[in-house]
């Protein structure tokens, strides 16, 4: 079975520029989630999708961060424009379903983006 | 979410067992008990979960306190491959399935 595909890897932008992360989730896999994490800290959620839809983006900041999950398979979360403090790793994760406490979450392998 | 409280680093030698603690005294009737670990350079990775009775899978086993509030995850042989921050989770089963990751323990594992 194929794991959770994300790319690219790295990036480095400079502040003001904008980036964009793409995600593919396990097949059948019905949750997606993009979180943040910065060096030393544990990851953070940014946004939750069930199918195509939008379960929470309590912890998303609207005013530069975007992201869709067009026809509820792919995603894209997108940093626009970008400031020194998004420098982190953003890994998206998904699951057989969101409405679960038991069910696990698979990783991707992350995108670290570095902003000059 | 209820809080979790793990110690911020442990030591152990490899082939030795390894007994990483969690704290969890405001933990809720329907929170699950989730363990996952993060090697270096790689996203989290699910190792185990447990509601009230321990649990074993082929990583891991999960002993958790007869009334909650602690558990600890247990590797049996430490190796080196397992040398990583290990992040212990409270889930709602309520309440979907957001994870909210505090800052893990990291074990160092020596040869």
């Known amino acids: 079975e194929a794991g959770v595909a994300q790319s690219p890897r790295y990036k480095i932008i400079e502040k003001r520029q904008s980036v964009a992360f793409w995600c593919n989730p396990i097949s059948g896999h019905a949750t997606l989630y993009w979180y943040q994490q910065i060096l030393g800290q544990g990851p953070k959620l940014l946004i939750q999708?069930?199918?195509?839809?939008?379960?929470?983006d309590s912890q998303l900041p609207k005013d530069r961060f975007s992201a869709e999950r067009l026809k509820g398979v792919d995603s894209t979360l997108k940093i626009q424009p970008a400031k020194l403090e998004d420098s982190a790793v953003y890994l998206c994760?998904?699951?057989?379903?969101?409405?679960?406490?038991?069910?696990?979450?698979?990783f991707g392998p992350g995108t670290r983006l570095t902003v000059l | 979410d209820a809080k979790t409280t793990q110690p911020n680093s442990m030591e152990s030698n490899e082939e030795e067992p390894v007994h990483l603690p969690c704290n969890h005294s405001t933990i809720s009737g329907t929170d699950y008990i989730h363990w996952y670990r993060q090697l270096p350079s790689q996203g989290p990775e699910y190792v185990i979960h447990?509601?009230?009775s321990n649990v074993n899978n082929r990583m891991a086993s999960l002993a958790i306190a007869e009334d909650r509030k602690s558990s600890t995850l247990i590797l049996h042989r430490a190796t080196l491959r397992d040398a990583a921050v290990y992040y212990c989770?409270?889930?709602?089963?309520?309440?979907?399935?957001?994870?909210?990751f505090g800052g893990g323990t990291r074990l160092m594992v020596k040869p």
């Open positions: 989770i409270l889930r709602d089963y309520n309440a979907g399935n957001m994870l909210t």
């Open positions: 994760a998904s699951s057989l379903t969101g409405t679960s406490g038991g069910a696990s979450q698979y």
């Open positions: 447990g509601l009230t």
């Open positions: 999708f069930q199918n195509n839809g939008v379960v929470d």
